[in-house]
């Protein structure tokens, strides 16, 4: 159904509330949009397409708000198939039609197509595309998340287009605009989309940022979830916290790995000495249950990580080395780190995880490490007092 937004801009997205798993690993629980956009100036704008799974309904909702007009520009911010899926149907659709982007889009339309674009207009950053009242100018955007993204920003109703930065997972139901529902779960999805999917390339998103923080900006539209006509600093303040990997919570986080349940009941009575000590909020995952992607979402949120692991064929318990593996991945940063290890007969996880977490930026890792051999003794319970003590020091 047509959908104007406002100042002759269509919402062309799509929603898809079948697709189990973004990128074919990360859980979705509410589904995820597809945000693409029409501009109806003198000229006809399409801004990205959507996913593949979605054509048909896409392609009828672009007829229907063409009208009889046809397609004059199509702007590709980002070549992700989830955005450009269905490039090769709108040229086949729209002969005449000018694709605009810049010289690595370009390559990569290639690559994915084998297409040589006959109509195109390569853009630099800075240039801009005049529609007849709507002008838009480029800026560039490397490795937010991919090496050719690129927003645009129409200087005449001040509206960001920003490529997935400001993108989160989720199916919109009728309301665009963020200002518009009660979305308890924004916040968290929006920080495990951006951690897992763009959360190595802080330094990236900062450069970016840098070069938008002084527009006068009314509107922000993403490829993915709600658009921002208000409130900016909600999102924007938050992306600024990630891109930094500065913790956004002065809180403790446990997850633990147990086959036998004995590092799990440690895990639990830390947790309850931390609370008897006043910490508020604390959060237990055992990595074995719960899917990584939450996980890493918790380790950008906190400032306090602790790591309970047993030993495993003399190395860690695959899910925790898999987890300690993705930090590294995703560069996290400027983080406070406690651990415990298990082990029947020679216990080794510490010495390992110490090594791993000691390759992140500007970690600490807290004195006091304990050892359980098997299952908790006397000793263990005061070890466990004693680091809950210097954990609540530390956060402090
Ligand atoms: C496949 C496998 C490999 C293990 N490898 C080691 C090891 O290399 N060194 C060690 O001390 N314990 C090893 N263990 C024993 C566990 O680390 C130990 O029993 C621990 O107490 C389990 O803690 P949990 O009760 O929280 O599961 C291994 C256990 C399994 C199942
Ligand atoms: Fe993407
Ligand atoms: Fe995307």
Not at 54 to 77: A, C, I, Q
Not at 81 to 100: F, G, M, Q, S, W
Not at 346 to 352: T, V, Y
Request: with cysteine; charged share 25%; aromatic share 12%.
């Amino acid at each position: 159904m047509k959908q104007l937004i406002n100042n002759d801009i269509y919402y062309l997205g799509v929603s898809d509330r079948r697709l189990k798993d973004f990128e074919n690993y990360i859980p979705l629980t509410n589904g995820v949009s597809y945000n693409s956009y029409l501009i109806l100036d003198d000229k006809t704008c399409l801004l990205d397409t959507v996913d593949a799974l979605k054509s048909v309904e896409f392609f009828k909702n672009l007829e229907e708000t063409l009208e009889n007009r046809t397609l004059d520009y199509l702007v590709v911010h980002h070549m992700e198939p989830d955005h450009c899926a269905l490039i090769k149907e709108i040229l086949l659709r729209y002969p005449n039609v000018t694709v605009v982007s810049n010289v690595q889009t370009f390559k990569m339309i290639k690559q994915f197509f084998n297409l040589d674009i006959v109509n195109k207009k390569e853009v630099k950053e800075g240039d801009i595309l005049n529609l007849g009242h709507h002008e838009l100018k480029f800026i560039f955007a490397p490795m937010v998340h991919w090496p050719e993204v690129m927003f645009s920003y129409d200087i005449i109703t001040k509206t960001l287009f920003s490529a997935d930065a400001f993108g989160c997972f989720g199916a919109l139901s009728g309301n665009l605009f963020y200002d518009e529902v009660k979305d308890e779960t924004y916040f968290s999805e929006a920080r495990r989309y951006y951690a897992n999917i763009v959360g190595k390339y802080g330094a990236n998103v900062c450069n970016a940022y840098n070069k938008i923080k002084d527009l006068e900006i009314k509107q922000i539209f993403p490829l993915h979830s709600y658009l921002w006509r208000k409130d900016f600093n909600l999102i924007i303040d938050r992306y600024i916290k990630w891109a930094t990997y500065e913790p956004e919570d002065k809180e403790v986080v446990i997850f633990y790995a147990s086959m036998y349940g004995n590092t799990a009941e440690a895990a639990n009575n830390l947790a309850i000495l931390l609370a008897k000590k006043g910490l508020k909020n604390i959060k237990i995952y055992d990595v074995s249950q719960t899917d990584e992607t939450y996980l890493i979402s918790e380790v950008f949120r906190v400032s306090h990580i602790v790591l309970m692991c047993p030993t495993y064929n003399l190395g860690l318990y695959p899910k925790m080395s898999s987890l300690l593996a993705t930090m590294q991945k995703l560069n996290v940063q400027k983080r406070t780190f406690a651990l415990i290890e298990n082990g029947t007969w020679g216990p080794l996880a510490n010495k390992i995880m110490t090594e791993e977490v000691n390759k992140l930026k500007s970690v600490k890792i807290l004195d006091k490490k304990i050892t359980i051999k098997s299952s908790s003794n006397k000793q263990n319970e005061l070890d466990l007092e004693n680091l809950a003590e210097e954990i609540v020091n530390s956060i402090k």
